[in-house]
């Protein structure tokens, strides 16, 4: 009885996938916030080695570029998810875009400020009256924060995502994620100990990055393919993470057929940083949106003036368990 | 321990000395060939990597001089919409190499009401000359390098190359200046001007450069990224950093710190891959802050350095092993006598003197050592013949004289005590003659019922003649004291029995005592003879007084006097030669008479055969074995008195 039983149950969850895949497949489109690389390795390996079909899902990934804002692509309606910033998602949401938030991936902030050695910079106050280097507007606000509380004047001035301009000596300083531009000034040649480096985390000014979103009415609508598509991407992740090479290699390819600039030693570097904010000291990924970073982040904003709304937690964050 | 022959260490030793000297040959003749080599690659490779240089910064100089001067006109306030529009379909008409140009201005300051204006001539794929205008908000120029860092840092600059999307993703970079005008004495900045121009040829002339087996050229941008390398995968997509990072070569990276800064240099490199060890060469194009890097493999430059010392080493090897033969070979034969000669002395050295020696063929010093040992073997032999002869001769005297030494001590009365059936008297004597034989005498016996005669002699010298004299003195004595004479009448007999014929001068000293032992009287003489000592009983002894009279045998008249004492019971007489006093230890000390005295003064109460025994073993006490000089004889008479 109990093999029978058994036996159904195995054909049933070899028949729900293989059924799924053959033509109960939901197409949606994921937007990404920039050209592929590894800070997207989870959705990129979750639909190459067939885990968003195996949920059932059939994703179409839209890279972003410097001209586009992958939250815009939700409501233009172009695509049903999008990744964002936090911050960049709650800006939305005070303008009125109807957004909810269904996976936390990242949850460490990767910011800082970079500044090199020989300008005489070696703490947070060096930095008064400085010229900051920054990439538009969404990689400002925690540095904008930075500087009010420390009561400082500075200059943001954006440049190139080349850093030519800071590397050229126009700039004091510049902002950097961590696992992106802070290499990239590795690979133009300067050393760990030419740079003085502030880490935003270690600045009690953490604030979660990449998360997943959608309109609110597509959560209302489908919320099983949400959950698929959550579910699928933290596998993307988890399996990335556990097959870094592969996952480097695939990537590459993408990014050679996007005819994306591309090294191996960048993207290396930079899934390994994905692996240590996404995870930090936990062992399991979690996609949990943590309330403390959310409500310490719309005050930031809201003193920021960026928005003037009080984004309710409950309305916002629409989790795997809420 | 293992024995290695003559042979052996002479091979052995010669052909180490070989191996260094050659090893020292092939290792002199690669450094200094191996130095020649590398000194000529670095002459090329620095040539090349300055004339590469040059040849492509010359290029870019006659671009950067059309440019700034299209930025001077520029300067004209002026200047109609038409004009500024037509500069840039000139610029591209008059100068082929440049692919496009645009005269970008600042927001709002060309014309009042737009934010942008640049219009951009470039080159269609088809070579036509097409025409757009650049800035929108979806393209800001203001914060594109070519634009963004000319503006900010007021000169003019090249950018870093990138992939040109309208001209088939083709490698380009921009060369901007920026152009002022003035207003209110102040120079504002209007705008900046740019010309594109393709890095395609910089990458043919570079490929090729590397079209050679020992190496490669390649072109780094201001940070280090690959403008041009052999593996297109590393172009644009890799900093000779990452390449760093990714091949684990710190080495790489601090090459690519010191091109990047603009310095020119050689250094060397390992484990690049494909070429492996290597040497770089580099050098800078200053206005581009770009640097263009020669790499030579070491293994191809070193391939006929190499293949040189391979081929010597080869042959090193094969007249090692010729030398080694010849020298084994020689060897074995130069030693070949030796090792015979060897084996005949360990014959010899077993004991077999009669093995052969091997015939010394050759007149060196083998030769001369076979001669010695057939010498030294030939004196040997007739050694021990000689030895074996004089040993059985000796043996043969030795046991004559063990024969002899028997003879003699057999003709004196050895038997003690002597008389077992008197008891007047205890009479002992000892005779230990230094050699077999010996020249003392001892002897004692009735001349009748109630007279003894006692006596001991000294025969001049030892030995053979002396034992010869000692038994006719001694048969003499006894055949003459037997007539009952008194002692003097005895010893002028036997001295005058002695003297005749006595041609080869021996003499004897005698002292002679009959003692009648009924009542103790002894009348005695002495021919030159030690003083006997008597111990009288109860008092110490005393010498018996000497009488001062010449020896036997030497004057055949001499007459000797009779005295006599008188001896009462208890009393002993000791009479003995010069061997006791004059007997030496090992420091040659004399035993002395006072020793004797002493000793005899301790034998109250003893009988005749302890006393004896007594001066025996004190004597033996004192030379402690010393070697014996002289015949010791001893012989002591003690009176008990008549019985009753």
Known sequence: MSSIFLVALTLFSFIIPALAAAGDTTKVSLALQWYPQTQFAGYYMAKEKGIYAKYGLNVTILHGDADSESLDRLTSGEAEFATAFLSSAMGAWANGVKLVNVAQIVQRTALMIVARKDSGISTIADLENARIGTWGSQFQLQAQSLFLRENMDVTFVRQSPSFELFMRGGLDATLAMWYNEYHRLLSYGLNPDEMTTFMFSNLSLNQPEDGIYCLQSTYDKSPDTVRALVEATVEGWEYAFAHQEETIDTLLQIMREQKVRANKAHQRWMLARMKDIILGDKAKISTQLDPVDFDSLKIELMRAGVTMVNIPYIDFYKGLNQ | ?644
Request: one cysteine or more; glycine letters at 6%.
């Open chain 2, 1 to 644: 321990m293992k024995v290695h022959g003559i042979a052996f260490r002479l091979a052995s030793l010669t052909l180490l000395s070989t191996t260094m000297i050659l090893a020292a040959i092939v290792g002199y003749n690669y450094t200094v060939s191996r130095s020649m080599i590398v000194s000529l690659a670095e002459e090329r490779g620095t040539l090349l990597a300055d004339s590469t240089a040059k040849q492509i910064s010359g290029a870019f100089t006659a671009v950067q001089k059309v440019i700034d001067s299209v930025a001077f006109s520029l300067e004209d306030g002026n200047l109609a919409e038409k004009r500024v529009t037509d500069l840039g379909l000139r610029v591209l008409h008059k100068n082929p190499e440049i692919y496009g140009s645009a005269i970008a201005f600042e927001a709002y300051a060309f014309q009042q009401d737009s934010k942008y204006y640049a219009p951009y001539y470039y080159r269609g794929q088809d070579g036509s000359i097409k025409f757009t205008t650049l800035g929108s908000d979806a393209y800001q120029y203001f914060y594109m390098d070519w634009y963004q860092l000319p503006r900010e840092l007021n000169h003019p600059i090249w950018t870093e190359p990138y992939y040109e999307k309208s001209a088939g993703y083709e490698l380009m970079t921009t060369y901007s200046v920026p152009f002022y005008r003035s207003r209110d004495q102040r120079q504002l900045l209007k705008g900046v001007v740019t010309a594109d121009i393709s890095l395609r040829w910089v990458q043919k002339l570079i490929k090729s450069l590397s079209n050679r087996d020992d190496g490669y050229v390649f072109m780094l941008s201001r940070y280090g990224t690959f403008i041009a390398h052999p593996n297109e995968s590393l172009v644009m997509n890799e900093t000779i950093f990452t390449a760093a990072e990714d091949l684990n070569l710190p080495q790489l990276r601090d090459i690519g710190r010191r091109m990047v800064a603009g310095e020119s240099g050689v250094l060397e490199i390992n484990d690049l891959p494909i070429i492996g060890d290597g040497f770089v060469y580099f050098s800078p194009l200053p206005d581009q802050h770009w640097s263009v890097g020669v790499i030579f493999s070491k293994k191809e430059l070193l391939a006929d350095v190499s293949s040189l010392n391979s081929k010597v080493a080869i042959f090193g090897i094969i007249g090692f092993l010729a030398l080694a033969m010849l020298i084994t070979g020689l060897a074995h034969r130069i030693t070949h006598p030796l090792r015979r000669l060897t084996a005949s002395a360990n014959d010899m050295a077993s004991g077999n003197l009669d093995a052969i020696l091997p015939k010394a063929v050759s007149q060196d010093e083998v030769g001369e050592l076979t001669n010695s040992f057939q010498i030294m073997r030939d004196n040997i032999n007739s050694y021990i013949a000689n030895l074996t002869e004089t040993t059985a001769a000796k043996e043969r005297i030795e046991s004559e004289l063990r024969i002899a030494h028997d003879i003699q001590m057999s003709i004196l009365p050895k038997l003690f005590p002597a008389f077992p059936d008197r008891s007047e008297f205890d009479i002992h004597a000892s005779i230990e003659p230094a050699k077999e034989v010996g020249g003392d005498l001892y002897d004692f016996f009735f001349i009748d019922d109630s007279h003894f005669c006692f006596l001991v002699g000294d025969v001049s010298g030892k030995g053979v003649p002396a034992a010869f004299f000692m038994a006719v003195t001694k048969t003499l004595l006894k055949v003459v004291a037997k007539r009952r004479l008194d002692p003097g009448e005895v010893l002028t007999k036997v001295n005058s029995d002695l003297a005749e014929d006595n041609d080869s001068c021996m003499f004897v000293t005698l002292f002679l005592a009959i003692m009648n032992i009924n009542n103790g009287d002894v009348q005695y003489a002495s021919a030159g003879h030690n003083p006997p000592l008597i111990l009288h009983k109860g008092k110490n002894a005393e010498w018996i007084p000497p009488q001062n009279e010449l020896v036997a045998g030497i004057m055949d008249d001499t007459v000797y006097t009779t005295r006599s004492l008188t001896m009462n019971q208890g009393d002993t007489i000791f009479i003995y030669t010069d061997g006791v006093t004059e007997a030496m230890n090992k420091e040659q000390a004399l035993y002395s008479e006072d020793r004797l005295v002493e000793v005899i003064n301790q034998c109250h109460g003893k009988t005749s055969e302890q006393m004896v025994g007594m001066v025996d073993n004190s004597l033996k006490d004192f030379t402690g074995g010393a070697e014996q000089s002289d015949d010791i004889t001893m012989l002591a008479m003690q009176y008990l008195g008549k019985k009753e």
